[in-house]
């Protein structure tokens, strides 16, 4: 079976860190995506991550453990324009995603 | 360089109409894919293409039908639409050359009454 989850909510105060969990059990795996999506826009790649450990870019930062079937998104110094969803996507084979429902983060002054 | 590109970005339609949504991307990416995105459920796959003429179904492709005669075109559709077919609708692109990483249009939002 395919199953990825990610909360559903989270909330953080502007210029923390904020860290959004993703677990998944897939038949296949071939990499993970993080997207973000702001309301009414579409999905926007954030990383991908293949290898087991950290991808730094930026603010925004991506770790990956295969063994553990988990992975989180940090985001550092956080920004108002950062409220988005947080979409987790595991890539399976032929090009395909699978998506999380994804995490829907509000950033408050 | 338009990208990926959707229409229209609006659509009423009524219940047993036929709907098509186009999507066109100017990257000559071999995969292309359509999406569903409702509450609760996130985005799911209808269908998806590795090629001009290659298609396959996704998780949800009851109700939708696609083709590709050409490598930059991509249409979905909607052959007696249903209610339960109300949703926003995304299209993405891969280049498949050792990049995974998948673009998506700016989406179409279908209302069927």
């Known amino acids: 079976g395919q199953n990825i989850d990610q909360p559903t909510e989270m909330t953080a105060t502007e210029g923390a860190i904020v860290q959004i969990n993703c677990t998944y059990q897939?038949?296949?795996?071939?990499?993970l995506f993080w997207y973000q999506q702001h309301a009414g826009e579409a999905p926007t790649f954030l990383s991908y991550n293949v290898l087991d450990g950290l991808e730094e870019k930026g603010r925004f930062s991506s770790f990956l453990s295969r063994s553990k079937g988990y992975s989180y998104l940090l985001l550092k110094e956080l920004q108002m324009k950062d409220s988005a969803s947080y979409l987790c996507?595991?890539?399976?084979?032929?090009?395909?995603?699978?998506f999380g429902q994804g995490t829907e983060l509000s950033v408050k002054p | 360089d338009a990208g990926i590109t959707q229409s229209p970005r609006y659509k009423i339609t009524e219940t047993g109409r036929q709907v098509t949504l186009m999507c066109h991307q100017t990257?000559?990416?071999?995969?292309m894919f359509w999406y569903r995105q409702d509450l609760g459920h996130g985005l799911r796959l209808i269908y998806y293409?590795?090629?001009?003429?290659?298609?396959d179904k996704g998780e949800v492709p009851d109700g939708y039908v696609v083709s590709r005669s050409k490598t930059e075109n991509f249409p979905l559709t909607l052959e007696s639409a249903t209610r339960s077919q109300t949703s926003v609708y995304f299209c993405a692109s891969v280049s498949g050359l050792g990049r995974y990483e998948q673009y998506f249009g700016p989406g179409t939002r279908l209302t069927v009454t």
């Open positions: 990257w000559s990416h071999s995969y």
């Open positions: 293409s590795a090629a001009a003429d290659i298609t």
């Open positions: 996507a595991v890539y399976n084979q032929g090009g395909k995603l699978i």
């Open positions: 897939t038949s296949g795996f071939n990499g």
